[in-house]
């Protein structure tokens, strides 16, 4: 192996993390005669693939040649969370006084110890994704970069492992947008952001997605004067417009700046700082800031593979799969970003044992079938699931959508957490549930609810039939079963009803 593996800073927890997921005196294993599996990256998707097969008693091997945990452990969800975290905590010290708190003036917010604590959590966490876990679960983990000589075997470290069946777990990494300039300023990406030890006084987000939205939110919180930079008019563009919208009025209320339809032309690097020259109103304006983050575009890792030895398809988009995940190779699966359009740690764990499953047993199951929820993290967070009613009516189907809102949610408002609403959309005539959109404090956690219905086939009517516990936020699921069971009421019922309610309140 090469020199030891240094991730900035250099400092304990770091040194931690590197021990556990680049291991710099890891002594790669004599390969075995033939694998049941090789796995080619060990992310998400690799770690789960491997792990699943090894427990079935599979002889497996696992190749990484960066950061074992992969984007979610190293650069993504793990020390994200932790940033947006602390930036609430920020937050609620502001917003103390309400719930009779009364916070001196001068409290500050050491952005240097929230980044350490971040640190220390991914280094903790960091032990579940080690190269020594993995070789006590049985998997002949291989620290170098693999590449496949041939349709049934790979190269790594100058050793060949031969397999049965193999998967591609490689993802995805960040990809800088086509802008003049980019290329020759230092910009931070979701890679590098997470290194940094002070706190930017100036940032520009390019990017208004998910990313985007919930790193500059938390920024902003610990006092960073953030603009973000988005192409299209609105932030998370893929999302409910009106929920979409809650979340840019949060933002804006951390005092987060907006250019949207935004038309960036140049960035140069100058003496006061970074400069970002866009055309807004028909006129070319600049900014400067300190810090550049880019949130936007990613770039499959195929690279450096030889797709082409093992007779693997791949374009721009990543390595081409049919919808078991088997690749044009029918000895070889891949899963997770690498291949996917959902990239989010779930739905890679998702399609990793799909692809197990796909390899053992004779009955397939299929990645369409999949229902992935979504969440974007910011305050209040965004989830979705399923079809949106633009791409319900885009297929012609005919929906019935029912809104609840968290102001007429009573936890919500003793939270003091009830801007937001939740929304279900339903095929006309049935309860069948399409799709559904929470905007919530604990988004995230409510949309389960409504997954866990589209994935087994249930309807709104079960939900409305199923008791939740008073009070909680997450009975604004509860509510949104509630209107669609008054929709069933027969003329004859609602009169009945409407008359046993006035007799009621004479």
């Not at 866009?278 to 450096?304: C, F, K, S, T, Y």
């Amino acid at each position: 192996m090469s020199g030891p593996f240094i991730i900035s800073p250099d400092d304990e927890y770091n040194r931690e993390l590197v021990s556990n997921v680049h291991p710099p005196d890891w002594a790669n294993p004599e390969p075995a005669g033939r694998y049941n599996l090789v796995v080619l990256g060990a992310g998400t998707a690799g770690l789960v693939t491997a792990a699943g097969a090894a427990g079935l008693g599979a002889r497996v091997a696992l190749v990484e040649k960066h950061l074992m945990g992969g984007d979610c452990l190293n650069v993504g969800c793990v020390p994200s969370k932790a940033l947006i975290r602390a930036a609430r905590a920020c937050a609620q010290v502001r917003a103390a006084a309400q719930f009779g708190v009364r916070v001196p003036e001068g409290v500050q917010y050491d952005f240097t110890a929230a980044m350490a604590r971040v640190r220390k959590l991914r280094a903790r966490i960091s032990h579940n994704d080690s190269a020594h876990r993995f070789t006590k679960l049985g998997v002949d983990v291989f620290i170098g970069e693999g590449r496949f000589t041939g349709p049934d075997a790979v190269e790594v470290g100058g050793k060949t492992l031969r397999f049965a069946k193999a998967a591609i777990c490689t993802g995805a990494r960040a990809s800088p947008p086509p802008i003049t300039g980019i290329d020759k300023v230092p910009c931070l990406t979701n890679e590098t952001v997470f290194s940094l030890t002070g706190l930017p006084r100036r940032m520009a987000v390019i990017g208004a997605g998910a990313i985007g939205c919930e790193l500059a939110q938390a920024f902003a919180r610990f006092g960073t004067q953030v603009t973000v930079y988005e192409q299209a008019g609105a932030i998370l563009p893929l999302e409910d417009t009106e929920a979409a919208e809650l979340v840019r009025e949060a933002m804006a209320r951390d005092g987060v700046r907006f250019v949207l339809k935004a038309n960036i032309l140049q960035v140069l690097k100058h003496k006061d700082g970074l400069v970002i020259y866009h055309r807004a109103n028909g006129a070319v304006e600049n900014l400067v800031v300190d810090e550049i983050l880019l949130a936007v575009g990613r770039a499959p890792n195929v690279e450096g593979l030889a797709l082409e030895a093992a007779g693997v398809l791949y374009d721009r988009s990543g390595v081409l799969v049919n919808d078991e995940l088997q690749t044009a190779n029918p000895l070889v699966y891949a899963a997770g970003d690498v291949c996917s359009r959902f990239k989010f740690t779930h739905a890679a764990d998702a399609m990793a044992r799909l692809v197990i499953n796909n390899m053992l047993s004779p009955v397939k199951q299929k990645v369409s079938d999949l229902v992935i929820p979504w969440c974007t993290f910011t305050d209040p967070e965004l989830a979705h699931v399923g079809l949106s009613e633009e791409e319900a009516k885009a297929k012609g189907l005919k929906v019935e959508t029912f809104t609840w809102r968290l102001e007429e949610v009573d936890r919500a408002i003793l939270d003091g957490e009830d801007v937001g609403f939740g929304r279900v959309l339903v095929r006309k005539g049935t309860d069948k549930i399409l799709g559904a959109t929470i905007v919530a404090a604990r988004a995230g956690d409510v949309i389960s609810e409504i997954t866990l219905a589209m994935a087994n086939g249930l309807g709104l009517s079960a939900v409305y039939k199923t008791i939740h516990p008073y009070p909680t936020q997450a009975e604004v699921v509860k509510r949104l079963g509630d209107a669609y069971n008054r929709t069933r009421l027969t003329p004859l019922i609602k009169t009945v009803m409407e008359k046993w309610l006035s007799s009621r309140r004479r």
